[in-house]
């Protein structure tokens, strides 16, 4: 019986070459569940037509923009890039105003470039919070997200692109252990509406999740090991669920808290992630190349809630970008402004480890807008 089952050499090699491809299908598969913001907060950044093409070139198949910008929109066209639209959030008040002011930028920024650019999302409004400096605005994000889900319906593509807004770690009252994530209760009043209107359309809740911030800003609690994906034991037992990493412990607490709050079935898109290489304390590039990296390779796998299915990720930032404070929000990117890769990445199969050709080192730099 044994013997009707051993390789002859040609079949071997047949055998190694459809298990090459089987892995290909696989790399390329759960390189889809990452993505990478195109921030423009810079002076020296390429022109949007040279960005695009440097995601086609590295297999990065999502982008977030994080407004309208015509220029990106224009070079997006045909390249097959799926992409996470913004609305600043100076722009939420007159958006929430009128459905009218709704409907008209749908059709200014995305019936006017739809279907040549494939848009997943519109994210309404970014890190909107009762608790922090944009508190004032809580009270337009709703009615805006509203306005534009109708618009969005109005023009025929509420099948085709999703409606949510990105919030950030401080509306989390507890997530420790992940299993006892809530929201704060001073922010219950602002979230829970919007946890009601994402479960009745069927969208995710866009989430920035920075465990730097965590460790850096409590480095006697939190290892290094533990921030990077690289602790090689469990650190946090909670109940039967494991956590080796703090991303995952952050993304599960917020997922506790959703279901608190009767956002049982919401998905989470991590609509940021990243990690400083200069700047302030723990901001290095050994670190940030270890953070990125690793990242890349564990949200193909799930979190310890949930298992086995890949985490939609998108890394912040694809540039360095030389006009933002303080020093630190300088310097996320994965390329530098002028292409080259600030360590290697590999973000699917079909991208080596990012090496820029002659043609991607005669960038002509322009200064680009961009509200983030």
Known sequence: MASSHKFTIPQM????????????????????????CYGMLGNNLPPASQVVQLYKSRNIRRMRLYDPNQAALQALRGSNIEVMLGIPNSDLQNIAANPSNANSWVQRNVRNFWPAVKFRYIAVGNEVSPVTGTSSLTRFLLPA??????????????????????????????????????????????????????????????????????????????????????????????????????????LDSVYAALSRA?????????????????????????????????????????????????????????FDENNKNPELEKNFGVFFPNKQPKFPLNFGSSDRFLDISAENNNATSTSLKSDI
């Open 145 to 250: 997200m509203r306005n534009i889900r109708n618009a969005i319906s109005s023009a025929g593509l509420g099948n085709n692109i999703k409606v949510s807004t990105s919030i950030d770690m401080t509306l989390i009252g507890n997530s420790f252990p992940p299993s006892q994530g809530s929201f704060r209760n001073d922010v219950r009043s602002f979230i829970d509406p919007i946890i009601v209107f994402l479960r009745g359309i069927d969208s995710p809740l866009l989430v920035n999740i920075y465990p730097y911030f965590s460790y850096a800003g409590n480095p006697r609690d939190i290892s290094l090991s533990y921030a990077l994906f690289t602790a090689p034991n469990v650190v946090v037992q909670d109940g039967s669920l494991g956590y080796r990493n703090l991303f995952d412990a952050m």
């Open 262 to 318: 009767g956002g049982g079935s919401i998905e989470i898109v991590v609509s940021e992630s990243g990690w400083p290489s200069a700047g302030a304390f723990g901001a290095t590039t050994n670190n940030a190349a270890t953070y990125y990296r690793n990242l890349i390779q564990h949200v193909r796998r799930g979190s310890p809630r949930r298992p086995n299915r890949a985490i939609e990720t998108y890394l912040f930032a694809m």
């Open 13 to 36: 090699g047949t055998a190694i070459i459809l298990l090459g491809l089987l892995a290909a299908n696989i790399d390329i598969a759960g390189g889809q569940s990452i993505g990478v």
